[in-house]
């Protein structure tokens, strides 16, 4: 089913990006195929573990020569075992300093969630600047795709330990979003998922399926007037705050962010484009 993507016209070497992810995407029982099927390939990948098993990940990262990985950290030792169920901390250290053994670039994702507090952003951040590596912030979300109790929002402010601009523009817009403000969706026209059973789906937060790879190709499922009426549909839908969609809505806005808002407003189909484009072009 993956060599079926490699087909497409829209899927092209040097210039798609996958991202392998899950579930734990090093457990999957063909992960190393699915690997070497895009490694061969020659097309960018990244993938994201939670670095519990942190040999199985680094012969992986050796082999497969995987250039990013993102491990996540949502805090210190007792508030990881709170967020995770499991004691896993150490490992997560451990696996960051065999990765820096390696070329890989580290990534570190933090999620602001229910479970931890600003004292475990700073603490993680700590982590991410003696190990020289990046840190990004995620925000909990109850979408589907998480399979997650916890339904609501929890936020607190920790855009003023952010050194990253658009990061921390990122976590300051949402407590905006929260209020109602509206960014438009531009991601659903660029990223994909693919779910395991080979489900296309929209995004990935909500559950809209565009098709499924073992009974049609990706350009046919892309190209159809049933997904073109789906994308139009969801250009204004601004129900989730994933991280995946929304930075990428607002680096789309951070880029055209110098041009008149009536432009902007033309470009960028249904949105609070001037509420949005202030916080952007306001100096940190
Ligand atoms: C779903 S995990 C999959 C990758 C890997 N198994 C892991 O645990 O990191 C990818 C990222 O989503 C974050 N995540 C998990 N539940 C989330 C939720 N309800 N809202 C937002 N992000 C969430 C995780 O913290 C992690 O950084
Ligand atoms: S705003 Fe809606 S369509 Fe866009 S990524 Fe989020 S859930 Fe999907």
Redesign the pocket.
Known sequence: MVESLFESRFVVPGYTSFII?????VLHPQCGEILLAVQKQGFNYAL????LDSRRLVDFVEKFNIENV???L?GCPSTYMKVRGVDGYGSVIKSIEELKKTKTAVTI?Y?I?PWNCREDYIHVSEIAKRYGVALKT??????N??N?DFKGYVFYDTSDLMKNDLEQKFVLLYKKWLAGARIPCTSIFDNTFVMPNGDVRLCHCSKVILGNLSKDSFDSIWLSKKTKKILRQHQTCNKCY??CHRMYDLSMLDKAKFLPIFILKKLFCGGDIGLIVNELRRKS
Not at 138 to 143: E, L, N, Q
């Open positions: 992810q899950g579930g734990e995407a994201l573990s939670n670095g993102t491990l996540s949502d994702a999620t969630n995620v925000i909990y979300g109850d979408a795709i998480f997650t994933g991280h």
